[in-house]
């Protein structure tokens, strides 16, 4: 899926993780859909997030990332609870 923004660009944010010691991407339309399919994906044990760039080119990973990964369920917690 491609989303196009208003100027014509391209919005893809790139969900990169290692599974079975290769490295993967998968695009994404939003933030929330890569944070999404990473934490899921780490909930089960089926792959070790690695990181995620975003349209412009900035990467989120490391600390960043993990912190983006906890906020990601805490949010998803609070909606459950409501």
Known sequence: MKIINQD???????AVYMRHYCEYRAECDSLDHALGLLYWGLDDGQ??????VE???NVI???????ALENYYN?????QER
């Open 8 to 14: 014509g660009e391209t919005q893809i944010w790139v």
């Open 47 to 52: 792959l070790s997030p690695s990181s995620i």
């Open 55 to 57: 349209p412009s080119g």
């Open 61 to 67: 990973e490391g600390e960043e990332l993990d912190e």
């Open 75 to 79: 949010e998803r917690q609070s909606h």
